[in-house]
């Protein structure tokens, strides 16, 4: 038998070693978005947060296209073509910082960028993707409708033919990145099923106008896009799919990317609770040292690390090609319902502090509300499930 090597020692930032399921590459670019993210975000978000904008967001996206951020798991036109784990831990990274950065990154990339590479035209590929990539053009995705979020396929929006040229009406609603957006993908209902059109927002008739007084993701752009008969030459639908199918399979890549982005919120908020419980001192010692702490600690870490753990099998199905939608909706729900569950025990343990810019917890907390709700709200991952477990439709 070979000898046994030396027991490793436990760290309480990895407590089940998963960093060895990490090779160089994965660590590097974790690394590499963790500095940009310490350097970047972290001394100017409780401002922007407080302020509700994000005012350096183009600055910021060239930044991101500079270390590869946009658009990173796919390949060609200028895009890192770097694997499903190494995007989902720059996922984490970015919303360890703030989840309005990591929308950022996953509207251009995985919903905006994703559908023109997925099913858009060689030109359209060529025209807008190497842009996206470098962060040079910053684009939107538009799919949910005031009145139609968690049913899609019922969206008033809609495109006709006259002549040669669609024809665009209708309205969407909380679009991230809307109003900063040189490009927008946009469904809408056609003669002949639902279709992805690649929209340039300088053409007449379009506009996106600013949503403002939000409680979550304020260090975000959130816009409505209202659409008046914009005219858009033939070659603007996207060609190669037609029907739910297209937007609903870039959902499910942006939700992968929220299934780890989720756990990089908890982990900051977690790290924050732990760090304070060992300062914090009450009845003459930190208050760490108490049973009661002790159990949120213990339990935050468990649900934390099984979190991260969840996200990186679901990244090698998706590097394998193995990865299905229901898988998703299994990530998606547990991962920010824990989220959620890691921030609100934070606050408890930082007290009234918890409530405060000068810590995280908050902050992370009520953006999570929004992660809960968008891309899928816990009851239809919840239905997608039920119908994968039982068989039957529950949805209508």
């Given at each position: 038998?070979?000898?046994?090597?030396?027991?490793?020692?436990?760290?309480?930032?990895?407590?089940?070693?998963?960093?060895?399921?990490?090779?160089?590459?994965?660590?590097?670019?974790?690394?590499?978005?963790?500095?940009?993210?310490?350097?970047?975000?972290?001394?100017?978000?409780?401002?922007?947060?407080?302020?509700?904008?994000?005012?350096?967001v183009r600055e910021l996206a060239?930044?991101?296209?500079?270390?590869?951020?946009?658009?990173?798991?796919?390949?060609?036109?200028?895009?890192?073509?770097?694997?499903?784990?190494?995007?989902?831990?720059?996922?984490?990274?970015?919303?360890?910082?703030?989840?309005?950065?990591?929308?950022?990154?996953s509207v251009q990339g995985s919903?905006?960028?994703?559908?023109?590479?997925?099913?858009?035209?060689?030109?359209?590929?060529?025209?807008?993707?190497?842009?996206?990539?470098?962060?040079?053009?910053?684009?939107?995705?538009?799919?949910?409708?005031?009145?139609?979020?968690?049913?899609?396929?019922?969206?008033?929006?809609?495109?006709?033919?006259?002549?040669?040229?669609?024809?665009?009406?209708?309205?969407?609603?909380?679009?991230?990145?809307?109003?900063?957006?040189?490009?927008?993908?946009?469904?809408?209902?056609?003669?002949?099923?639902?279709?992805?059109?690649?929209?340039?927002?300088?053409?007449?008739?379009?506009?996106?106008?600013?949503?403002?007084?939000?409680?979550?993701?304020?260090?975000?752009?959130?816009?409505?896009?209202?659409?008046?008969?914009?005219?858009?030459?033939?070659?603007?639908?996207?060609?190669?799919?037609?029907?739910?199918?297209?937007?609903?399979?870039?959902?499910?890549?942006?939700?992968?990317?929220?299934?780890?982005?989720?756990?990089?919120?908890?982990?900051?908020?977690?790290?924050?609770?732990?760090?304070?419980?060992?300062?914090?001192?009450?009845?003459?010692?930190?208050?760490?040292?108490?049973?009661?702490?002790?159990?949120?600690?213990?339990?935050?870490?468990?649900?934390?690390?099984?979190?991260?753990?969840?996200?990186?099998?679901?990244?090698?199905?998706?590097?394998?090609?193995?990865?299905?939608?229901?898988?998703?909706?299994?990530?998606?729900?547990?991962?920010?319902?824990?989220?959620?569950?890691?921030?609100?025990?934070?606050?408890?343990?930082?007290?009234?502090?918890?409530?405060?810019?000068?810590?995280?917890?908050?902050?992370?907390?009520?953006?999570?509300?929004?992660?809960?709700?968008?891309?899928?709200?816990?009851?239809?991952?919840?239905?997608?499930?039920?119908?994968?477990?039982?068989?039957?439709?529950?949805?209508?």
């Amino acid at each position: 038998m070979p000898a046994p090597s030396a027991r490793p020692s436990f760290d309480p930032h990895d407590p089940l070693g998963l960093d060895e399921l990490l090779d160089p590459e994965d660590l590097a670019i974790r690394d590499t978005v963790r500095a940009w993210a310490t350097d970047r975000v972290l001394p100017n978000v409780a401002d922007w947060y407080e302020r509700g904008e994000l005012p350096e967001v183009r600055e910021l996206a060239r930044e991101l296209g500079a270390i590869g951020a946009l658009g990173m798991s796919l390949s060609g036109y200028g895009c890192a073509g770097a694997t499903a784990v190494q995007y989902g831990l720059a996922c984490l990274e970015l919303e360890a910082a703030d989840s309005g950065i990591r929308s950022l990154v996953s509207v251009q990339g995985s919903l905006a960028m994703y559908a023109i590479w997925k099913f858009g035209s060689e030109e359209q590929k060529r025209q807008w993707l190497p842009r996206m990539a470098a962060g040079e053009a910053i684009g939107c995705f538009g799919l949910t409708e005031p009145d139609h979020g968690s049913d899609p396929a019922g969206m008033r929006t809609y495109a006709k033919k006259d002549g040669t040229d669609w024809v665009l009406t209708g309205r969407k609603m909380w679009i991230t990145n809307g109003s900063v957006a040189a490009v927008a993908v946009v469904w809408a209902q056609t003669d002949d099923g639902i279709r992805g059109f690649v929209v340039p927002t300088d053409t007449p008739g379009f506009e996106a106008p600013e949503i403002k007084r939000k409680w979550s993701l304020r260090a975000s752009v959130t816009s409505e896009l209202v659409m008046d008969e914009v005219r858009l030459p033939a070659d603007a639908v996207l060609p190669e799919v037609t029907g739910l199918r297209g937007p609903l399979s870039c959902l499910s890549h942006a939700r992968y990317g929220i299934v780890w982005g989720a756990m990089g919120a908890a982990r900051a908020c977690f790290e924050s609770a732990l760090e304070y419980a060992k300062s914090r001192e009450q009845f003459g010692r930190p208050i760490g040292g108490f049973q009661l702490t002790q159990a949120k600690l213990a339990d935050m870490a468990v649900e934390l690390h099984k979190g991260i753990l969840l996200a990186h099998h679901l990244g090698r199905r998706m590097d394998a090609g193995r990865l299905r939608p229901e898988q998703v909706s299994f990530g998606k729900l547990n991962n920010v319902r824990e989220a959620i569950e890691i921030c609100r025990t934070s606050r408890t343990i930082l007290g009234a502090n918890g409530i405060s810019l000068e810590y995280p917890v908050m902050r992370h907390a009520t953006n999570l509300e929004s992660v809960l709700t968008y891309e899928g709200t816990v009851e239809m991952h919840q239905l997608v499930l039920g119908k994968a477990l039982t068989g039957l439709d529950a949805f209508r």
